[in-house]
């Protein structure tokens, strides 16, 4: 079973191989976590800035593009800042949107390759639906302690490394 459902909006990630690679970011990260990759799944929907700008200002009341949108399938916040949430129950966990547009601008500036930083917003998205947030101060240290684990698990290096 994949973990993965894929909706290839935007051709471009075809090309780019999103969907593996969307596949093996989610296993790491729920392989990370403890849980069982082949008991859960996530849509996600491939798409452009267009596509994400719209839903982003619908779901966000935010009118522009942004790189990933996480909508869980439950809140699974933790309560205390920088606490563990609680552990996912339901198979589906929710859906992700990514936007290759500013997903390739970002790889560009950031001077990555675009299948490191698609593969950082995935297990990104992942994380939110698991109720990983980086709001409070406590929360992002957290959450951003382990994309850098998972991604180090993966070969990529540490997105957050100051040069």
Not at 54 to 66: D, E, H, I, Q, W
């Amino acid at each position: 079973m994949s973990i993965i459902d894929p909706v290839i909006e935007d051709s471009r990630w075809q090309a780019a191989g999103l969907a593996a690679l969307a596949e093996r970011a989610a296993a790491a990260t729920l392989g990370h976590l403890g849980l069982d990759p082949a008991a859960h799944e996530v849509a996600l929907l491939a798409c452009d800035d267009a596509r994400i700008a719209a839903l982003n200002a619908g779901f966000r009341g935010k009118p522009v593009p942004t790189n990933v949108l996480s909508w869980p399938s439950d809140d699974r916040t933790a309560a205390e800042d920088g606490g563990t949430p609680p552990p996912a129950e339901e198979a589906e966990l929710g859906d992700i949107a990514i936007a290759f547009d500013t997903c390739a601008r970002e790889a560009e500036e950031q001077g990555l390759e675009l299948a490191d930083h698609a593969t950082h917003l995935v297990v990104h998205g992942v994380l939110h639906l698991l109720g990983y947030d980086h709001e409070r101060d406590l929360d992002a240290t957290l959450m951003e302690g382990l994309e850098t684990a998972i991604l180090g698990k993966l070969g990529i290096a540490d997105p957050y490394r100051d040069e």
